[in-house]
């Protein structure tokens, strides 16, 4: 009589040990806290990484640091889109950023493959708050995609891991996906999930990197405790972490590359349908077209 009680398990972070879960009742908290504590520091080696990593894009270098400062700000949230960086040339640092989250989350960061991301079982969803996906090349797309789509979006996700009953829980989950490859995500025009941008195709010298990796691997841990307290004071300005992914330039390219003969002739159809609809040097016009008349045109 008079114990305390809770009402099973939850992943609540940010918050004390005993929490209250999605159903209002009281309940252990399995959030661990943070990878490292927050103090203010040097961060100058990565300012300088953005600084390369978006130099041909001030806009989007905003909008990504703040996607990634605002789950800091507000721990547990869930953001509606995804982060991708993609980039043809091998050692640019895109996945230099991911691995500076990971000193930042510590146990709750996961790394991912294409393989881990295909698979039926996802026992690497519980209880993490950021997933980097790396050399992400888009495996049996429209699968993929919308699996990945379900991810980015989704409140809940069952887990399912083997010989286990599978489970519900809170979505908590921020994706952010590194490739080598401009068709990595097949995207419809009218996406609104995915941040695009093209990395440089040009390495840094070999010192910034390695001056990149001994600040992020200082023995006192000063670099992403710095990193983190930044991420705490940013200015988040309008950003909003339902709304629709910043359009970039990247994004348009991913979407034009990642899509079929036909699809792209069809994207090419709205935009200027006379350099579609002609035979030799004759447009063909007619006020209405069949779905069978455009297939005979492709």
């Given at each position: 009589?008079?114990?305390?009680?809770?009402?099973?398990?939850?992943?609540?972070?940010?918050?004390?040990?005993t929490?209250?879960n999605?159903?209002?009742?009281?309940?252990?908290?399995?959030?661990?806290?943070?990878?490292?504590?927050?103090?203010?520091?040097?961060?100058?080696p990565?300012?300088?990484?953005?600084?390369?990593?978006?130099?041909?894009?001030?806009?989007?270098?905003?909008?990504?640091?703040?996607?990634?400062?605002y789950?800091?700000?507000h721990?547990?949230?869930?953001?509606?889109?995804?982060?991708?960086?993609?980039?043809?040339?091998?050692?640019?640092?895109?996945?230099?950023?991911g691995?500076?989250?990971?000193?930042?989350?510590?146990?709750?960061?996961?790394?991912?493959?294409?393989?881990?991301?295909?698979?039926?079982?996802?026992?690497?969803?519980?209880?993490?708050?950021?997933?980097?996906?790396?050399?992400?090349?888009?495996?049996?797309?429209?699968?993929?995609?919308?699996?990945?789509?379900?991810?980015?979006?989704?409140?809940?996700?069952?887990?399912?891991?083997?010989?286990?009953?599978?489970?519900?829980?809170p979505?908590?989950?921020?994706?952010?996906?590194?490739?080598?490859?401009?068709?990595?995500?097949?995207?419809?025009?009218?996406?609104?999930?995915?941040?695009i941008?093209?990395?440089?195709?040009?390495p840094?010298?070999?010192?910034?990197y390695?001056?990149?990796?001994?600040?992020?691997?200082?023995?006192?841990?000063?670099?992403?405790?710095?990193?983190?307290?930044?991420?705490?004071?940013?200015?988040?300005?309008?950003?909003?972490p339902?709304?629709?992914?910043?359009?970039?330039?990247?994004?348009?390219?991913?979407?034009?590359?990642?899509?079929s003969?036909?699809?792209?002739?069809?994207?090419?159809?709205?935009?200027?349908?006379?350099?579609?609809?002609?035979?030799?040097?004759?447009?063909?016009?007619?006020?209405?077209?069949?779905?069978?008349?455009?297939?005979?045109?492709?």
């Amino acid at each position: 009589p008079g114990r305390a009680a809770i009402q099973g398990f939850t992943y609540s972070p940010g918050q004390a040990r005993t929490a209250i879960n999605e159903y209002g009742q009281p309940a252990l908290n399995v959030w661990r806290g943070w990878g490292c504590e927050s103090k203010q520091g040097d961060i100058s080696p990565w300012k300088e990484m953005l600084d390369y990593q978006f130099q041909s894009s001030p806009e989007g270098r905003q909008w990504f640091e703040r996607w990634l400062a605002y789950p800091i700000q507000h721990p547990g949230a869930k953001l509606a889109t995804a982060a991708v960086i993609w980039g043809r040339v091998h050692g640019t640092g895109k996945s230099f950023i991911g691995e500076t989250m990971a000193r930042i989350y510590g146990e709750n960061f996961v790394k991912l493959t294409n393989e881990q991301l295909g698979s039926r079982f996802n026992n690497w969803a519980e209880n993490k708050q950021f997933a980097m996906g790396e050399e992400i090349t888009g495996m049996d797309r429209r699968g993929m995609m919308d699996k990945i789509k379900n991810m980015i979006t989704e409140e809940k996700i069952m887990v399912k891991i083997e010989y286990i009953p599978a489970f519900e829980i809170p979505a908590r989950t921020n994706f952010y996906f590194v490739s080598n490859h401009p068709d990595a995500f097949q995207l419809e025009d009218t996406d609104r999930r995915f941040f695009i941008h093209e990395a440089p195709d040009t390495p840094r010298e070999d010192a910034f990197y390695r001056r990149y990796r001994e600040w992020l691997k200082e023995s006192n841990g000063a670099g992403p405790a710095a990193l983190s307290w930044h991420f705490e004071h940013l200015n988040l300005g309008d950003f909003n972490p339902m709304a629709r992914a910043l359009r970039t330039k990247a994004k348009e390219e991913m979407i034009v590359d990642s899509m079929s003969d036909i699809e792209r002739w069809l994207h090419d159809l709205k935009r200027d349908p006379e350099s579609c609809l002609r035979i030799g040097s004759t447009v063909v016009k007619h006020r209405f077209w069949s779905s069978q008349g455009l297939l005979d045109m492709y």
